[in-house]
């Protein structure tokens, strides 16, 4: 049995969530570099280029890469060799996460979800951390982190499709989403697929598969393939860089597929805006 300290795990996720709150990460800026070189129209271009400098600027003045500062959302594996001394895990990601929160003077977003009221004078400033744990062989501790913004999350959709509509009405119902959704998640975007599973492991999956590097290939060659099919019909909608029309709507489709029900086709298509904030991490 490995034992790691409560304290430096909660110093780990504090560093973690000013880190990315300040800096893009490498392959976000990569994919936005490459968007802009590809990008048509010349007013997007503008756009992309601005949205470059704000980068730069956010990362040598150490300033939030936007406003909404997202809420915090973790996949852990833990090894089951693994232990928190002096405390639990869970609470030790979400004394660093509202640490964090509060040392870089991000945003606290959490609130009631009838009265609206702000949660950070009783459940905690930006609490309760979105956490999936997940119990795997070893004794490390790995540790995904992504700042969820909320006009992302907020035209993301899940559904569930009759088997018959298959490939095709996989394709179709990402294209409508992403067409409804318009300028409204800061594109250019990259898009998360989850399909198979059951209607809430098809959204968690479509959540994870968001914290793959943008654009790396998928290592199926067959969802690599509906990736890039997926891609090319996106950019096709004239969306742009924040809806202004352009030929870059989309930076990359991300697919993870999991067994379903032999009745259904459970789809989830979740959206991430231009600041893809993610980091990871190992103890």
Known sequence: MREVEFDDIVKSIENMIVHT???????????LKKTYEEEKSPVCKEVLKQILENAKIARTEDRPLCQDTGLAVFFIKVGEGFRVKDGTLRDAINKGTELGYKKGYLRASTCDCFTRANLRDT????????IHFDIVEGDKLDIEYAAKGGGSENVSRATVLAPAQ???????????????????????IIVGVGIGGTFEKAAISSKHALFRNAG???ENPELD??????????????????????????????????PCHIASLPVSVNVQCHSSRHAHIVL
Do not use: W
């Not at 709150?21 to 994919?31: I, K």
């Not at 459940?123 to 979105?130: H, S, T, W």
């Not at 179709?172 to 318009?182: M, P, R």
């Open 225 to 258: 393939a509906f990736e890039q099919e997926i891609l090319e019909e996106l950019n096709k909608l004239g969306i742009g860089a924040m809806g202004m029309g352009g030929t870059k709507t989309v930076m990359a489709v991300h697919i993870e597929r999991q």
């Open 166 to 188: 298959g490939k095709e009405g996989i394709k179709n119902f990402v294209k409508e989403v992403i067409s409804n959704a318009g300028p409204n998640p800061c594109p250019p």
């Open 216 to 218: 790396t290939r998928n």
């Open 123 to 130: 459940i905690g400033y930006n609490l309760p951390a979105v």
């Open 21 to 31: 709150a300040y800096n893009l990460p490498e392959d976000a800026m990569n994919a």
